[in-house]
């Protein structure tokens, strides 16, 4: 599903026009992005959690060439189902 197909089925299931639901998907976007630019995190009870985390920094290898290369750390968007969005998927 990509993002025009979600907001077509946001717009009908909640009754609304195709416009408002992509208002409220970008706005939503946008609160989550911000929240997690600030470092903080985003729980929606039972559908999950968007938090941020700390990648250390690593060795890995360059796969044409065999090289070792340094992967430098990095902050990473993270996200863990909760319990009844991992019950809708099994």
Same mark, same amino acid.
């Given at each position: 599903m990509?993002?025009s197909?979600l907001v077509?089925?946001m717009?009908? !299931? =909640?009754?609304?026009?195709?416009a408002?639901?992509?208002? *409220?998907?970008?706005?939503?976007i946008?609160?989550?992005t911000d929240a997690?630019a600030?470092?903080?995190k985003v729980?929606l009870?039972?559908?999950?959690?968007?938090?941020?985390?700390?990648? !250390? =920094?690593?060795?890995?290898?360059?796969p044409q060439t065999g *090289?070792?290369?340094?992967?430098?750390?990095?902050?990473?968007?993270r996200?863990?189902?909760?319990s009844?969005?991992?019950?809708a998927?099994?």
């Amino acid at each position: 599903m990509n993002k025009s197909e979600l907001v077509e089925r946001m717009a009908s !299931a =909640a009754g609304i026009s195709k416009a408002a639901a992509e208002k *409220a998907l970008t706005g939503f976007i946008d609160g989550v992005t911000d929240a997690l630019a600030d470092g903080g995190k985003v729980t929606l009870v039972g559908f999950g959690t968007f938090s941020v985390s700390e990648r !250390a =920094a690593r060795q890995g290898r360059n796969p044409q060439t065999g *090289a070792t290369i340094e992967i430098p750390a990095r902050t990473v968007a993270r996200f863990k189902a909760g319990s009844k969005l991992a019950d809708a998927v099994k």
